[in-house]
C-alpha cells in the first residue's frame, strides 16, 4: 500500500499534522457560513472554483444544473479511477471536513437532506478517514457512502450515477 507524504507549504496543507478532526479543522478555517443558493453560486463564480477531475469543470455550472432539476442531489465523487493519483484520498485523508463542508454548504443551498460521498473500493482508509469524519459532523443530514470499483472507469459519473442507483 501506498503511503502518503505531506511536504508543508500550500495554506491547505498548512497544520496538516494537527489532525483531520472537526475541532481542529474549525480552529483553522472557522465556522461554516451559511449560504443560499444564490451566494453559494455567487462565491463559486467569484472564486472560479472547479472539480479536481480532469475537466476542472466549473462548480457553479454543476450546481445549477441540480437546482434547475427534478431530484436535488449532492455527489462528492473521490473514488479517483486514475491509478496514479493519490489527489482525492490526500484530501480525503487530510482534510476529511473540508470535503465534508463544502458538500454540507451544497446541501444547504440546495435544500436536499441526503449526500452521497463515493469513495474507492481500493483505498479501505478513505471511507474509513470520511466515516470517522460524518460522525463527529453536528449536521443532520444523511450521508451516505458508496464504494467504486477498483478501476479506471468507476470515476466517471456515468458509473458513478449506476452505482448509487
Known sequence: MKRLQVSEGHRLLAGYGEGPGLAEHRAR???????D?????GRARQWGL?????????????????????RRVVVVNLSEGEPASFKDAALALGR?????????????????RKI??????D?????????????????RLTFLVHEADPRFV???SRAVLELMA
Open 29 to 35: 478555517f472557522g465556522p461554516l457560513p451559511e449560504l
Open 96 to 112: 476529511p471536513h473540508l470535503v465534508l463542508d463544502g458538500a454540507v454548504a451544497a446541501a444547504r443551498a440546495l435544500r436536499c
Open 116 to 121: 452521497h460521498l463515493v469513495v474507492p473500493g
Open 154 to 156: 468507476a470515476g466517471q
Open 50 to 70: 472547479r472539480g479536481r477531475g480532469g475537466a476542472g469543470f466549473p462548480f457553479a455550472t454543476k450546481l445549477e444544473a441540480v437546482a434547475a432539476g427534478r
Open 123 to 139: 483505498r479501505e482508509e478513505v471511507a474509513q478517514a470520511l466515516q470517522v469524519a460524518v460522525a463527529e459532523r453536528p449536521e
Open 37 to 41: 443558493l444564490a451566494a453559494l453560486l
